[in-house]
């Protein structure tokens, strides 16, 4: 009975929260700070597709929820929306009560949080955008620019890459409170870590200084080895990064590329795109593995609630 309850409970949940299976990424959107530009790519041809109406002021990281893209805007201090099918703007979700937005992420029920790089804290909204105060207080546990790639993990606590001392907090899901340094400073040579993705038992966190990425254990942080190694395929600042199939597509800052790995090897695999500038972030739309992974997360975390 127990074990149809929670099939039952996370029916209910993708449901609710719009996140039915869907198909696969259609697009790769890529954030390009200093052209205050994010560019949709579509992944199957590699056409480009051009850049969101109006311009996105030194964008940062997205997310993407319901039929929306969510996008920080770090220089202007806002956070815009668009349509995930189409493009257009939607307008602005939050305009204030921010400080360099460096990162947005969802909470199983809509909540939005956003990473402050500049005062070293996280921002909670509710669903319509409304401020609900500071999640995480500044410097907590000793986060030094909260990056891009902060995310929930599967087991429902919030991760984030402290970039300007080279570790991953973690944070409790629920209340903020700090719960200690999940990938502690340095493992594994890790410096300027920027995006984080779960898969497959195993947490990737891109390292931009370093021009690789790393796997670690995703339910202890234990370092496991390099999965992209440094400079590989011309690899220069590695920034953002996404799995789409067998694919793991990652930004190269340092010189306006796009490069392709495989999935499960690392192996390099050729460029996507190149001619960007200053690529930095990506969003395939839709990502069904990250979207499931967040559900997942709340899901367990409810069901360990509901046992104290």
């Known amino acids: 009975m127990k074990g149809n309850q929670t099939s039952l409970a996370f029916a209910l949940v993708l449901g609710w929260a719009g996140l039915?299976?869907?198909?696969?990424?259609?697009?790769?959107?890529?954030?390009?700070?200093?052209?205050?530009a994010v560019t949709r790519f579509n992944l199957s041809t590699g056409a480009n597709l051009g850049n969101l109406p109006g311009g996105v002021s030194t964008p940062l990281g997205m997310a993407h929820r319901g039929n929306k893209v969510y996008a920080t805007a770090e220089a202007a201090n806002q956070i815009r929306t668009y349509d995930a099918q189409t493009g257009a703007s939607l307008g602005t979700f939050v305009t204030a009560n921010l400080n360099a937005?460096?990162?947005?992420?969802?909470?199983?029920?809509?909540?939005?949080y956003v990473a402050n790089f500049n005062d070293n804290s996280v921002s909670r909204f509710s669903t319509t955008g409304t401020y609900l105060g500071r999640f995480v207080t500044a410097g907590s546990g000793g986060l030094s620019g909260p990056d891009l790639g902060m995310a929930f993990g599967p087991d429902g606590n919030l991760y984030i890459p402290s970039y300007w001392n080279h570790k991953v907090t973690r944070y409790n899901g629920t209340t903020g409170a700090y719960m200690g340094d999940f990938v502690t400073a340095g493992l594994g040579g890790l410096t300027q870590p920027r995006q984080l993705v779960w898969r497959s038992g195993d947490l990737f966190v891109s390292s931009d200084s370093g021009n690789k990425v790393l796997r670690y254990d995703a339910a202890t942080g234990a370092f496991k080895n390099t999965f992209i190694a440094a400079g590989s395929g011309g690899l220069s600042g590695a920034t953002g990064m996404a799995f789409v199939g067998d694919t793991a597509y990652l930004a190269s800052s340092g010189n306006g590329k796009i490069l392709k790995y495989d999935s499960l090897t690392g192996a390099f695999e050729g460029e996507f795109a190149s001619g960007l500038g200053s690529p930095v972030s990506l969003q395939a739309v839709p990502e069904p593995a990250t979207l499931t992974a967040a559900v997942m997360g709340f899901l367990?975390?409810?069901?360990?609630?509901?046992?104290k």
């Open 20 to 36: 039915a299976p869907r198909v696969a990424a259609d697009e790769l959107w890529v954030g390009r700070y200093f052209q205050n």
């Open 300 to 307: 367990a975390h409810r069901l360990r609630s509901r046992r």
């Open 101 to 112: 937005p460096a990162a947005i992420a969802f909470d199983g029920v809509g909540q939005a």
